[in-house]
């Protein structure tokens, strides 16, 4: 399956409501306004209030009468994650999509989690892993939902140390690609477990290649690669803009043939730049033990916990 690259087909979404991490920039931003022109009611969960705003606005200028409301999420704060958990439970309204976004990359020095946990390792992976738990019964309640777990090419050097997930002996890609290994084998392991309780879920990951954002340029600071990268900037087989990145996620979330438990990137030499094809997992992520257990920490590291089975909503 390999899609042109200039176009996913979304059908009309109105009614439907979507929440996105990250939403005010870069694959986050470009999935908000895709799914706001189709639509659907986006919820924008963001950090940072005032740049929420502004995108906001930015979406409103091509979609005057799309459906935003601006949510405040921190994911290196899982008091964060419940709070937002806690407003949207109390409005008891379904959730149709979710789609875990924001992330941090390779901060060239070890931070800390409010919550004491590697900066990567506890926002790119366990603060939506929490978020996944607090919403699964909205998620539920819709019927049958979608949740898409933003992935990395990174994370085919990654390995799942159970035992410094937190990363002591600290090394900025290690981590990294630790944490996004980890975001698709939460994928994986989600459509498992909702198949086998009928939870109504269909989780799959997806990667955006080479797509220039801010992610590139707000973490690793200025070391020789990301020189190196800014140089390779214009090769269009290297690197594309965030309107043709946002492809891969956009099936996944959107489309009637994106599988549960798939995984989706650019259809270009290495994955990197154009189009929608399924990804190569790495053999790691196929590792079901791994999975389970690394589960089963986050759980007890994110005090969340997840339906046993077919358990009522």
């Known amino acids: 399956m390999t ?76 008091a964060s994650v419940a709070d937002l958990g806690k407003e949207l439970a109390a409005e008891e309204r379904p ?62 050097s990654g390995r799942i140390d159970l ?39 269909r989780s799959n990951s997806a990667h955006p290649g080479g797509t220039v954002t801010n992610l590139q340029t707000t973490g690793p600071g200025d070391t020789l690669i990301t020189r190196l990268g800014r140089l390779t900037y214009r090769l269009p087989f290297m690197w594309q803009q965030v309107d043709t990145g946002i492809l891969p996620a956009l099936y996944a979330a959107t489309s009637p043939e994106a599988e549960g438990g798939g995984y989706y990137g650019p259809a270009g030499v290495f994955e990197l730049t154009r189009g929608v094809k399924p990804a190569r997992v790495p053999a790691r992520a196929l590792d079901e033990d791994t999975a389970s257990r690394l589960w089963d920490v986050s759980e007890r590291l994110a005090r969340v916990t997840f339906p046993v089975g077919s358990s009522p909503r």
């Open 163 to 201: 035992d410094d997930l937190n990363g002591e002996d600290y090394d900025a890609q290690r981590q990294y690609a630790l944490s996004k290994l980890a975001n698709l084998m939460f994928a994986r392991e989600l459509n498992k477990r909702s198949l086998a309780g009928g939870w109504g879920i």
């Open 3 to 78: 899609l042109p690259h200039t176009h996913v087909a979304v059908g009309d979404l109105s009614g439907k409501r979507v929440l996105i991490t990250g939403a005010n920039s870069g694959i986050g931003f470009g999935l908000t306004r895709r799914f706001a022109a189709a639509g659907a009611e986006v919820i924008l969960a963001v950090r940072n209030h005032a740049k929420g705003l502004a995108a906001l606005d930015q979406v409103r200028t091509t979609t005057p009468h799309a459906q935003l409301e601006l949510r405040r999420l921190d994911l290196a704060s899982l």
């Open 95 to 156: 959730l149709d999509f979710l789609i875990n976004n924001a992330g941090i990359m390779k901060p060239p020095r070890r931070e800390l989690t409010e919550d004491g946990f590697e900066l990567q390792f506890g926002s790119n992976y366990l603060g939506h892993f929490a978020l996944t738990a607090h919403l699964l019964p909205l998620l539920r309640a819709a019927g049958t939902s979608r949740v898409v777990t933003l992935s990395s090419l990174y994370n085919r």
